[in-house]
């Protein structure tokens, strides 16, 4: 899986991309990004300790190759209440990984049973630094922690290919500190999707025997494979 850090190169990222990188869009200073910005309104954007102005995410603005993103300045997560919500956690991620449900919506293949609202941020994976919680959530500032975006919260804030994203507190756990954050941007998703095929989809949890946990797995070489044989 490949893996894009944000977080702690932002600085100076920003600063070469306004200095000499032709990718860099001029008009997202004033725009911000329309994936993030409600119509007709200034964005409710998420407040916390010494945030920036805008941040940095890879902008899918229409269904194509990934030469269709674009990395450029947009506006912060925007808060559809006006407020966080007690159980939601503000991330400031430093690796996203890329997962194949990732790329297929992205080129669109998913459009028909997930619809996205374009332009968007994509992203499921992320690993990163907390910067804000909520009242109920079970993290503070600067625990570093690893987890998921859900698909519904991706299409109505944005992904994790951004410099900052908010997450339920259920969906991210603390990362373990033998891991670099590339590492743990690589678990979540695959992880899980290996733990649903063989828990729930083969019903190993119901199974109370250990003869009956028997499976064979075959090409568990990839992502998920490798988790499932572990």
Known sequence: MAEMSFGH????????????????NPMALFQGCAAARPDEHPPLVVDFPERPAKMLAAVLPDYGPASRLKVQLCDLPRLPLGKLRSTEVIVQVHSASVNPTDWKQRKGTLAKICPLTLPTILGIDLSGVVVRAGDDAPFTEGDEVFGRQTLDRMRELNGTYSEY?????????????????DEAAGVPHACLAAYAALGHVGKLVDKRKQSDKSVLILGGSGGVGSFAVQ
């Open 9 to 24: 190169r932002r600085h100076g990222t920003v600063a070469r991309m306004q200095d000499d990188s032709p990718a860099f």
């Open 165 to 181: 994203v908010i997450v339920e507190a259920a969906d991210i756990y603390r990362k373990p500190s033998n891991l670099s954050h």
